[in-house]
């Protein structure tokens, strides 16, 4: 069986960085709360004439630099995302043009900030099988375009972003040892956006509700969360056929720092291999492990050989954790 891993990393945050202090201008809030309550000091806003795509294209082009390699060596592009620049194209397809592609095969999936970990494992199968040999992994999310900045519960919350993965054949034993990937579907509005869809298109009256902007029961979701952010990572070190004392970094979805702490303390791992960075991004989605292992390599704690376990969970209710020894 080959071994498939990640062989470059690259990602890209917007300029703009929000504070705790810029929200307490908007709604009622404090910074107090929201450290607190989540961890969170700053997050980084897309500016009003960027998209996704032209964060993807930035990461992208890092995560070549990383592999020493261009565009023309990828077979296939996949961008994990639920906020595409537009309804009914892929962000992907305009990643593929934006990187001056003409006819690889380039696709969305939608798994809300589990995408990385249903992309890896995505893209693991896909090479593994034989059809494809380079893949562009890209897990980015626009998400403070689909924030409203009159519901204090969800807007603190969100930041933008994007990491960029490319994926290829790896030496025997390197890469991606095991994932383990689930969903609990709801359809009781737990962490979704109302209007826009098929269920529920766009109307004047749904604008004015502001339907179009995303609506998260937070509590439910952090009750999922804390159950199966440790028991997925469980899952899958077991399958990798590793002890937890094996992982040397864990980098779990950046979501609220109460809910890592209580993973972590219910997985045992010591704080030293955890890494945290939500006070500086806040959830990105499915770019936040993306991101974290990018701070990671720069700060040489991600280097050849180390054990490291992503895990992360959200809209679908979708789940996911991944673990790879770092192939490069
Ligand atoms: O990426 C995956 C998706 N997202 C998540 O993983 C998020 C999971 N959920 C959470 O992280 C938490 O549920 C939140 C941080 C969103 C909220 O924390 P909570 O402990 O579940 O609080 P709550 O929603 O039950 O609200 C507690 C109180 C409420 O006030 P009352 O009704 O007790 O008076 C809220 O109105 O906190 C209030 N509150 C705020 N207060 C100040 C909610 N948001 C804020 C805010 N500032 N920004």
Redesign the pocket.
């Known amino acids: 069986m080959k071994s498939v891993g990640i062989k470059g990393l690259g990602y890209y945050v917007p300029e703009r960085i929000m504070t705790n202090a810029d929200y307490e201008k908007i709604?009622?809030?404090?910074d107090e709360?929201?450290t607190s309550?989540?961890g969170i000091k700053e997050r980084h806003r897309i500016a009003p004439e960027q998209a996704t795509s032209d964060m993807c294209f930035e990461a992208a082009k890092k995560a070549l630099a990383a592999a020493k390699l261009s565009a023309e060596d990828l077979d296939l592009i996949i961008v994990a995302t639920v906020t595409p620049d537009h309804h009914a194209q892929g962000a992907a397809c305009i990643v593929q043009k934006k990187l001056g592609l003409k006819t690889i095969p380039a696709f969305d999936i939608s798994a809300g900030?589990s995408g990385l970990t249903y992309g890896l494992t995505l893209g693991d199968s896909l090479i593994k099988s034989g059809r494809f040999k380079r893949i562009l992994l890209i897990a980015a999310e626009s998400l403070t375009k689909i924030t409203n900045y009159e519901d204090?519960?969800t807007c603190?919350?969100f930041g933008d972003g994007a990491a960029a993965v490319i994926l290829e054949e790896t030496e025997e034993g390197y890469g991606i040892l095991s994932s383990y990937i689930g969903a609990e579907g709801e359809d009781d509005g737990i962490?979704s956006i109302p209007a826009g869809g098929s269920r529920k298109p766009h109307t004047v009256e749904s604008i004015q509700n502001n339907e179009q902007y995303i609506v998260?029961k937070?509590?439910d979701?952090?009750k999922f969360?804390v159950n199966i952010c440790p028991a997925a990572t469980k899952k899958a070190m077991e399958l990798a056929g590793l002890k937890m004392t094996d992982l040397d970094l864990f980098i779990p979805?950046q979501?609220?720092i109460r809910?890592i702490e209580a993973a972590v303390k219910r997985l045992r791992i010591p704080p030293e291999k955890v890494f945290i960075n939500i006070q500086k991004y806040g959830?990105t989605?499915a770019a936040t492990t993306g991101i974290a292992m990018g701070e990671a390599i720069e700060q040489g704690i991600l280097t050849k050989g180390k054990i490291v376990a992503i895990t992360a969970?959200?809209s679908g209710l979708t789940f996911g954790s991944v673990v790879m020894k770092w192939a490069y």
Not at 27 to 30: N, P
């Open positions: 709604v009622d809030t404090s709360w929201i309550m989540t900030c204090r519960g603190v919350l962490l998260m937070g509590p979701v952090y969360a979805h979501a609220n809910i959830n989605s969970f959200g």
